[in-house]
């Protein structure tokens, strides 16, 4: 069999053959990358811990407190973690269809090309803290990690928190000046200026990230077990992740999100580098506790799918183009040279922006459903990914 023959073969698995909870779970994480990357946008104004803008209105801090400890630094780690669950799957599938293992990887990593140019294009034209390029980066890793052995896998995410914890607590723990720290271009009105300026802040997007390297490993591994295709038969370890990994998350993220909602001030670079580590580490947890929780949802639903589940599934499963169509919507609403909003809106506000942001998505990828069309942005790295022409949209 050629490798036309065989690419041919591995069509869009779309409808009912697919599985609910991964679809489900990226439709729903959207709604947390949408809060999580909306923060960013607001500017003209003091900048506190984590570049959170200094609130002094009770509802915007209390929204803030909320953001950091159960959005902010695990919304992330839970993309990352579907997205190394969505790798294996497709390998397997290009694998069941008899696309010899060397062709299967030589896709994915041409998959993964794709994704970097995917992920430099939105950062220049929309959003520098853009993750697709660290994920095509990603899974060229994934791809080499293919013959490794699971128990590998999960030492290898242990060790990996380490990292994060090092890295992510002395990152954060600069003494606040009240300035911006990263990502200037969201203050500069000249839009040259700003696209100019974009690609160097995409470039140390890694460092902000560098948790979703040990979620990505966990994702590999409950991917290679089946863990979101059949979440009945893995309901016990999905309950044990979901309550243990929330709980994490909520007690890891608290110090920092009260700090951020100014209703504790840490004091010392020491305490600053602590609360940081912590909120990273206990993000990771975080982001599989979500995963695991919808994973639990999608296994209670089985195949009684309402209207409701079948647009956030719908959502999910075009999630790169809801992604891209986040950033398009706050792009026109938020920066300095189009409507400028970020100068005005508060924390609660911006929230309520992106989460509508976030629902006409899902609205617009079930219009697409019900027309059995996939999103432009899935249909576009597809072609480009397979190079035979019998691959279709």
């Known amino acids: 069999m050629s490798l036309n023959e065989a690419t041919a073969r591995v069509r869009p698995v779309s409808g009912r053959d697919r599985s609910l909870a ?65 790798v294996v799957q497709v390998f ?24 970097i140019m995917f992920g430099f294009v939105h950062a220049l034209l929309l959003f520098p803290g853009d993750v697709l390029g660290l994920y095509g ?44 720290e990263f990502f ?66 909520l007690a890891g993220g608290l110090p920092v999100a009260l700090a951020v909602g100014h209703f504790w001030e840490p004091t010392g670079l ?7 580590a912590l909120h ?24 009684r799918r309402g209207s409701v589940v079948r647009a956030l599934a719908a959502c999910g499963e075009r999630s790169l183009s809801c992604y891209l169509f986040q950033s398009i919507v706050f792009v026109a609403l938020l920066v300095p040279y189009t409507l400028g909003l970020g100068a005005t809106l508060g924390s609660a506000e911006v929230a309520v922006v992106a989460l509508g942001t976030w629902l006409v998505s899902v609205l617009l990828a079930d219009l697409l459903r019900r027309a059995r069309k996939r999103g432009p942005a899935e249909v576009l790295l597809r072609r480009l990914t397979y190079p035979s022409r019998t691959m279709g949209g």
């Open 22 to 86: 991964p679809d489900l779970a990226r439709g729903l994480m959207l709604a947390l990358i949408a809060l999580a990357n909306s923060v960013y946008y607001l500017h003209d104004r003091p900048y506190g811990i984590r570049q959170h803008i200094v609130e002094t209105g009770m509802l915007d801090r209390i929204v803030s407190v909320i953001d950091v400890a159960l959005v902010d630094a695990r919304a992330y780690p839970m993309f990352a973690a579907l997205f190394a669950y969505g």
């Open 92 to 115: 397997q599938r290009h694998r069941d269809a008899g696309v010899p293992e060397r062709e299967a990887k030589r896709l994915l990593r041409r998959r993964s090309r794709w994704l």
């Open 137 to 180: 980066v990603l899974g060229f890793v994934l791809v080499g990690l293919t013959r490794v052995k699971d128990r590998t896998l999960l030492v290898a995410a242990g060790a990996w928190l380490l990292v994060v914890a090092v890295v992510q607590g002395a990152a954060n723990m600069l003494p606040v000046t009240g300035d911006r």
């Open 184 to 249: 200037f271009s969201f203050e500069i009105e000249n839009p040259v200026e700003a696209l100019v300026m974009r690609p160097i802040e995409w470039l140390m997007v890694p460092v902000g990230m560098v948790g979703v390297g040990a979620a990505a490993l966990v994702g590999t591994w409950a991917a290679r077990r089946g863990v979101l295709a059949d979440p009945a038969r893995h309901r016990t370890l999905l309950v044990r992740t979901a309550v243990i990994g929330l709980a994490t998350a």
């Open 270 to 276: 020491g305490t600053l580098w602590a609360i940081s």
């Open 280 to 303: 990273a580490v206990s993000g990771i947890a975080g982001g599989l506790g979500y995963a695991a929780l919808i994973g639990l949802a999608a296994s209670r639903i089985g195949d």
